[in-house]
């Protein structure tokens, strides 16, 4: 019943408006530097952000949070990514700045939201959708604008446990982006990674695609500035949890709202190549409003996925969110199963399978808290898990609550505390992890910033305690930054009365040269009583 009343409230928050109009304004900064961890903003100066604030991309007119700050000097700050979303050296970034008509108030956040969260609810997949991606008419025609992204790491494992235990693993990942090639409409977009361990080397010369991952590879054209077409594979913004999809995307913009029509198939789900038994297609409606202070968006898609031309699922999807009201952010999204099929039989029913909200409110400066609740069931794929849905008597739904309270008292002082819940029927007792975090940003003489965390977790298999510290230095003569790091992890398991007691030392050093390479050394030391292992990650990326 509570299920129906969160899922009644998410469409209620899609099919109403509120705003309030304020006075504004935005600050612009630029992306100046890049770390394998951090992002680096420069503004012409900072005065008006501070730690903890969110600063936002612009895309398809709205302002999406993209980047928290993390430390900052006088003209630049240092921030961490939301998401998995790629920034490049040049690439615009905003703050907002309230104001009155005659004199500047203190810059206040308020749309930080439970990023954490959110991505969840956004699938996995999202990590792959480019933070430039924007509707045609929002370009301007560039011509020639290409770059491109290549990043390769190396992982190894050292243990002096067990010679099996070592390893070995390479990442390559590349990314292109060709907008307007050649002062036309066409664009075309490609991300793939390719992952294996040395170990298993033979294994993918039998078949590249056990380590190849394609997840973007398509052109788009724009016939004007309302309509455009997508051929390839392809993960829109718009319906990211639909996930990737090879084939055809036609949109059209009808000013008050966009249509999106999308013909195609799924991915193979052992090794993500093309598949043409999974045939999908399905509509959106997206709309997008902007505000004297503020964004609010809203989609309404349909899908339907079939293996072997049977229904393997279709369903609603619902996403909604907004920061039209002062100080308060809110993100809605749900997910409607409209098929079942049980004994065989096909039936149409109404069955909800995800819930999500979060909200999250910043009465001042100094304050601010998130809250979010996510409810959801398994989702079945009918005919692609037939053995799996046969054994699938009730499909239970897994609830969970998470809360967190910044605070920031101080100009480079600040602390956190969450708390989190989930539970379902069949537990023995819910999950429940909670903990905080404490840090100063600017130590005097150093100039170094320094936090403390602790994280308590109790769940059906595991009560444990993990304690962390880190130093971090940003040495913007030399264009790189430093952390040092040390944690302590002691876990407890009841049902195999087992006890896990661990050390750590974590150092990540980050080099950026002539702008364009990037490299990355990093390294954690694990500590056990009979047991030590070393990890060593060293990484290397270039933009062409």
């Not at 997008?288 to 031309?309: A, I, L, P, R, W």
């Not at 065989?344 to 995800?354: D, L, R």
Request: glycine share 4%.
């Amino acid at each position: 019943m509570a299920f129906k009343i969160y899922l009644s409230l998410v469409i209620i928050l899609i099919l109403t408006t509120n705003s309030l109009s304020q006075n504004n304004s935005t600050k612009e900064g630029t992306v100046s530097y890049l770390s394998s961890q951090m992002v680096y903003v420069k503004f012409d100066n900072t005065e008006l952000i501070e730690i903890g604030d969110t600063l936002y991309i612009k895309k398809n007119k709205s302002f999406l949070p993209k980047l928290i700050v993390k430390f900052k000097s006088s003209v630049s700050a240092s921030c961490e990514k939301v998401d998995n979303s790629e920034f490049k050296i040049g690439d615009k970034i905003f703050a907002f700045v309230n104001k009155t008509s005659t004199e500047v108030l203190s810059f206040q956040d308020s749309t930080e939201t439970d990023t954490t969260d959110i991505q969840l609810t956004l699938d996995q997949n999202q990590e792959i959708i480019k933070s430039d991606v924007s509707s045609s008419n929002d370009k301007s025609l560039t011509g020639n604008n290409f770059n491109g992204r290549y990043n390769v790491q190396s992982y190894s494992n050292v243990s002096n446990y067990k010679s099996g235990n070592d390893y070995q693993s390479w990442r390559h990942s590349l990314r292109i982006d060709y907008d307007k090639i050649g002062y036309s409409d066409l664009s075309f977009s490609s991300y793939s990674i390719f992952n294996y361990r040395t170990t298993e080397w033979s294994s993918v010369t039998k078949n590249y695609f056990n380590a190849l991952r394609v997840y973007d590879l398509h052109f788009k054209y724009d016939f004007n500035s309302k309509n455009q077409i997508w051929l390839g594979r392809f993960l829109n913004p718009r319906i990211s949890n639909i996930s990737t999809v090879d084939g055809l995307l036609l949109e059209t913009d009808l000013n008050l709202f966009s249509i999106g029509v999308i013909a195609g198939t799924r991915p193979d789900w052992k090794d993500f190549t093309f598949n043409p038994k999974l045939i999908e297609y399905g509509a959106y409606i997206f709309r997008s409003d902007s505000f004297t202070f503020g964004y609010m968006e809203n989609t309404v898609s349909f899908f339907q996925q079939t293996n072997n031309s049977k229904t393997d699922r279709r369903y609603l999807y619902l996403q909604h969110s907004n920061n039209v009201i002062r100080n308060f952010n809110i993100f809605a999204s749900s997910e409607i199963d409209l098929f079942k099929k049980e004994s065989g039989i096909e039936k149409n029913q109404f069955s909800f399978t995800s819930v999500f909200l979060s909200a999250s409110y910043h009465p001042v400066r100094e304050i601010s808290f998130n809250l979010s609740y996510d409810a959801r069931k398994n989702v079945i794929y009918y005919e692609t898990f037939k053995s799996l849905t046969d054994s699938i008597i009730e499909n239970e739904t897994r609830q969970g609550f998470r809360v967190r309270a910044n605070f920031r008292p101080y100009k480079y002082f600040g602390a956190s505390v969450f708390a989190g819940y989930r539970f379902r029927k069949s537990d023995i007792k819910p999950s429940r992890n909670f903990g905080g975090t404490i840090y100063y940003t600017l130590i005097p003489l150093i100039e170094s910033g320094i936090n403390f965390s602790y994280n308590k977790l109790i769940s059906n298999y595991v009560d444990g305690d993990v304690y962390s510290a880190y130093l971090t230095k940003t040495m913007y003569e030399f264009n790189s930054d430093l952390s040092i790091g040390f944690r302590k992890t002691k876990y407890k398991f009841p049902v195999s009365q087992n006890s896990f007691d661990e050390n750590a030392l974590l150092i990540d050093y980050n080099l950026n040269i002539f702008k364009q390479l990037n490299i990355s050394i990093s390294y954690e030391g694990a500590f056990e009583s009979k047991r030590t292992t070393s990890r060593f990650l060293l990484g290397l990326s270039t933009r062409f």
